[in-house]
């Protein structure tokens, strides 16, 4: 529908309704057939089951309901500051991260044998080797993730939450989406990341931004298991963090929300505009209902 005055038609975005058919579709397809996949062809398996299951999945979505690719997707191109605050939220997220894995353990233990697995599959000397681990375990989720949860999910809600409401049930879906018998433990501190990477996109309207934290995030996972002086740091189930490490993370989120929230929000992917809105808003995309403005969560 054209608007007055000259003004761009409205972009259509996926529904309420439709993204939340669509995501209990997805999750039951990547249990299905991704499990499937996983257990009759090992690591092939699982890079088919993101990129065919979870991505593919994804992109035909968006196509056969002709939704505006760049706006659902969030495929705007971030600016340098931008970039800058990214970097620094996740930096000072991810030891935030190890912090409530540590206190989760309290009450939902790791357990030993699948720690055990998970270093049987990542541990390794082999550069080659190394090099597949990154693009199969960080890399791929990276890109496959975001564009369901970051780009369709995020859109998908945007007209029906407001901004807080719409990141934190991002980041718990995100939690929920990983979650299995074996790995209740990683629910909150892949919850909290996911709150980080949806408040990040929503504020900048750049899935880019979170495929990059997505997999910093990711590889530094795997650089604890892969280079032998940290391998030997981390070895030990449920080890408490450092503790320099909680005010050093603090400053460095405090430094990067800072950031990210003096830089005006992206109003549009298409145009790249910012418009007036002042530092701080939440700005709805064109057609969207009345929007509350406010910090971000937690502040």
Same mark, same amino acid.
């Given at each position: 529908m054209s608007g007055s005055g000259g003004e761009a038609p409205e972009r259509v975005l996926p529904t309420f309704r439709g993204t939340v058919f669509f995501l209990v579709s997805v999750a039951?397809? +990547?249990?299905?057939? !991704?499990?499937?996949?996983?257990?009759? /062809? !090992? #690591?092939?398996?699982?890079?088919?089951?993101?990129?065919?299951? /979870?991505?593919g999945a994804t992109l035909a979505f968006v196509a056969w309901g002709r939704f505006d690719l760049r706006e659902t997707l969030a495929l705007r191109w971030p600016g340098g500051r931008e970039v800058a605050a990214a970097f620094l939220i996740i930096a000072g997220g991810m030891p935030l991260a190890w912090f409530i894995a540590w +206190?989760? $353990?309290?009450?939902?233990?790791? =357990?030993? #044998?699948?720690?055990?697995?998970?270093? &049987?599959?990542?541990?390794? &000397? &082999?550069?080659?080797?190394?090099?597949?681990?990154? +693009?199969?375990?960080a890399f791929t989720p990276a890109v496959c993730e975001e564009v369901l949860f970051r780009g369709v999910?995020?859109?998908?809600?945007?007209?029906?939450?407001?901004? *807080?409401?719409?990141? *934190?049930?991002?980041?718990l879906i995100f939690g929920l989406f990983h979650l299995s018998p074996q790995t209740g433990f990683r629910i909150l501190p892949t919850a909290w990341l996911g709150i980080l990477l949806a408040l990040v996109v929503w504020r900048t309207r750049s899935i880019w931004l979170a495929i990059g934290m997505h997999f910093l995030n990711n590889a530094a996972v795997l650089l604890t298991t892969v280079a @032998?002086? /940290?391998? &030997?740091?981390?070895?030990?189930?449920?080890?408490?963090? @450092?503790?320099i490490l909680l005010p050093i993370a603090l400053v460095l989120l405090a430094i990067g929300l800072y950031?990210?929230?003096? *830089?005006? =929000?992206?109003? $549009?992917?298409?145009?790249? $505009?910012?418009?007036?809105?002042? =530092?701080?808003? +939440? $700005?709805?995309? =064109?057609? #969207?209902? @009345?929007?509350?403005?406010?910090?971000?969560?937690?502040?």
């Open positions: 039951l397809l +990547f249990l299905i057939v !991704g499990a499937a996949l996983q257990i009759f /062809l !090992g #690591e092939l398996g699982l890079l088919l089951s993101q990129w065919g299951v /979870l991505l +206190f989760q $353990s309290f009450f939902i233990p790791v =357990p030993e #044998e699948l720690l055990e697995a998970l270093r &049987d599959f990542l541990v390794t &000397d &082999d550069p080659l080797r190394i090099l597949w681990l990154l +693009f199969l375990v999910l995020l859109s998908g809600t945007r007209r029906r939450f407001t901004a *807080v409401w719409a990141v *934190v049930l991002n980041g @032998p002086g /940290l391998r &030997d740091q981390f070895a030990e189930v449920n080890q408490a963090p @450092p503790p950031t990210l929230w003096t *830089v005006p =929000p992206a109003q $549009s992917v298409r145009s790249g $505009s910012r418009g007036g809105a002042r =530092p701080g808003s +939440f $700005s709805p995309l =064109p057609g #969207e209902g @009345p929007r509350r403005t406010g910090p971000p969560p937690g502040s």
